[in-house]
């Protein structure tokens, strides 16, 4: 919820309350000093860039750089931009009805320029929220100059006002998002032609819309992304409009696993599906999503996206929902048998190398073992797990599947000692049935991975289902 907005409503009344006019820039560099100095958050919910890309972006904003954020797809990049309206004032005050904004100090459109004479300290004015004073813009090759900068309203014309008339201009989007931030996602997609028309923007801070010469001195922070261009064969950012940018920072994806699963658990929507994933399969999902990027049949021009991993504990969640809605289970939880129907579901968002081609669903279902194994090695590696292979050493089968619930899965492993000590080692502090089958299914996973156990699976079956015997 906002807090009220100022009292003032005049010009005469806002110059009584000793407002001060600041450029969008001064504004951020004043509040960001301020933060740093007050050990505030400066972006809130952007992970893992602390140590590295943040240091940088504070420069270039203190410096009053408009900037280029370079990086592979799903780095947050678009994320990190809009967290920038929270260094602008939470309220700025602006000329009532104005299309880009004017500050009621210093108008510099024509309307407000002969409004501000007439009206002179009875000048009409309202307040903008910070959320408010951002625009963005996705590059697509239909992008036009008069979507960005303006163009001749025809309406306008209709209405009886010459085509010499300044006022018959129809304002872009960056006009429109004058006194704020405004961000050009997927730069190099956007026609050379179309951004010849931002050197002037950038460098001379005005528009020019077809043969008006209009002087507007534009007051934003413009903001960049793109991806390497080594990648990236759609397009390229202009050399005059490369130059005219005071900073390009690179992004990366998270360079440790803790920071990896931060993000997972932040940006996943796993509390709006109402289910249960143990931290344990988060990590498996998250090892799976590392060793996908590193692996030599992707491309790894193209990148993993972080939504590579959000989408993959979605899927964990879901199939756990599932479950639940067909076995009756009360607390959904996953469980490793979950973890199968990731693959195929996220396959479309890797591009695999051309020799790959073919074996696409191989080179994940591989990855997937080598992440579990992995998670398995550091929670499990060094536990006793005695008390579940004596049941195998005396000749039990355990089958489990997706649509096995909990409690009968419970029932055909029976009672193992040591129990609580597997769930401790896993952080499942509870005393659930689906908590505790999330454990032992694990443990048998892991157990057969390090080929203490067997497991057959039943082929072209999607229920994951899975048999383990020694």
């Known amino acids: 919820m906002r807090p009220t907005t100022p009292r003032e409503t005049t010009l005469g009344e806002l110059r009584t309350s000793g407002h001060i006019q600041r450029s969008v820039k001064a504004e951020i560099r004043h509040n960001l000093l301020t933060r740093l100095r007050s050990g505030e958050p400066r972006f809130p919910g952007i992970v893992g860039f602390d140590d590295t890309v943040l240091p940088?972006?504070?420069?270039?904003?203190l410096a009053g750089h408009d900037l280029v954020l370079l990086g592979e797809r799903g780095q947050g990049k678009t994320r990190l931009i809009r967290t920038l309206?929270?260094?602008?004032?939470?309220?700025?005050?602006?000329?009532a009805g104005c299309e880009i904004n004017d500050h009621p100090y210093e108008p510099v459109c024509v309307r407000c320029r002969r409004l501000a004479a007439e009206a002179g300290d009875e000048?009409?004015?309202?307040?903008?929220?910070?959320?408010?004073?951002?625009?963005?813009k996705l590059a697509t090759p239909d992008t036009s100059v008069g979507d960005l900068i303006g163009d001749v309203d025809p309406i306008k014309v209709a209405e009886g006002r010459t085509l010499g008339d300044p006022e018959t201009v129809h304002f872009g989007l960056v006009p429109r998002t004058n006194r704020g931030v405004f961000s050009i996602n997927e730069l190099p997609d956007?026609?050379?032609?179309?951004?010849?028309?931002?050197?002037?923007?950038?460098?001379?801070?005005?528009?020019?819309?077809?043969?008006y010469a209009l002087r507007l001195p534009l007051d934003v922070l413009l903001v960049a992304s793109a991806n390497p261009e080594d990648y990236t064969n759609r397009g390229r950012i202009i050399t005059p409009l490369k130059d005219r940018f005071g900073a390009e920072i690179r992004t990366h994806y998270p360079l440790e696993l803790d920071a990896e699963l931060d993000l997972i658990r932040q940006e996943a929507a796993i509390d709006e599906l109402q289910a249960e994933v143990p931290a344990h399969l988060l990590e498996v999902i998250g090892r799976f999503t590392r060793l996908t990027r590193e692996s030599t049949a992707v491309d790894s021009r193209s990148g993993v996206s972080a939504r590579f991993a959000l989408a993959g504990a979605e899927t964990v969640a879901a199939g756990a929902l599932r479950r639940a809605a067909l076995t009756g289970e009360e607390q959904p939880v996953a469980r490793v048998c979950d973890l199968p129907a990731v693959v195929p579901s996220l396959m479309g968002k890797v591009e695999f190398e051309v020799s790959e081609e073919g074996r696409e669903q191989e080179v994940l279902e591989h990855l997937l073992r080598r992440a579990t194994a992995e998670t398995y090695r550091r929670t499990l590696g060094a536990a006793d797990l005695s008390g579940l292979l004596d049941k195998f050493d005396a000749g039990e089968i355990v089958e489990?599947?997706?649509?096995?619930?909990?409690?009968?899965?419970?029932?055909?492993?029976?009672?193992v000692p040591g129990l609580a000590k597997i769930m401790e080692r896993l952080d499942l502090s509870g005393e659930s049935p689906g908590q505790a089958a999330a454990a032992l299914e694990f443990a048998l996973e892991g157990l057969f991975l390090t080929r203490r156990l067997s497991k057959d699976t039943s082929s072209g079956r999607a229920d994951g289902t899975a048999t383990y015997r020694t």
């Open 400 to 415: 489990s599947g997706e649509l096995v619930s909990s409690a009968e899965l419970l029932r055909r492993i029976g009672p």
């Open 190 to 211: 956007l026609a050379e032609r179309i951004q010849v028309a931002l050197l002037n923007v950038l460098e001379e801070r005005d528009v020019q819309v077809r043969g």
């Open 123 to 136: 000048l009409p004015v309202t307040w903008k929220h910070r959320d408010d004073r951002y625009g963005e």
């Open 85 to 95: 309206t929270g260094l602008l004032d939470e309220w700025t005050p602006v000329i």
């Open 56 to 61: 940088h972006l504070e420069r270039a904003l």
